[in-house]
């Protein structure tokens, strides 16, 4: 199957959403990323803990260390209060711009 490319600014909304749902090790959100998109988006370290540190740079999830499933320690991520209404602020941005590139490709 052909792996996707994020757009640019995309993979911020994708973490948020992912720990949205519960908070996550790096590995865990990367993996989930993977799994939800049936294997099209396959994030890598290089990319998700520059992103992971940017988002915490600025507010929008904070990091506690604490045993993995495999009982290694692992830093665990989580959405602030900041970070579930940035993720609502994206998600509603995404929408938006998806109906709008939606109207312009059926466009006769």
Known sequence: MDRLDLPQGTLDLLILKALSLEPQHGWAISERLRQVSRAMLDVPQGSLYPALHRLERRGWIKATWGPSENNRHAKFYELTHAGRKQL??????????TTAVSLVLEMR
């Open 88 to 97: 609502g602020d994206e998600l509603d941005a995404w929408q938006k711009l």
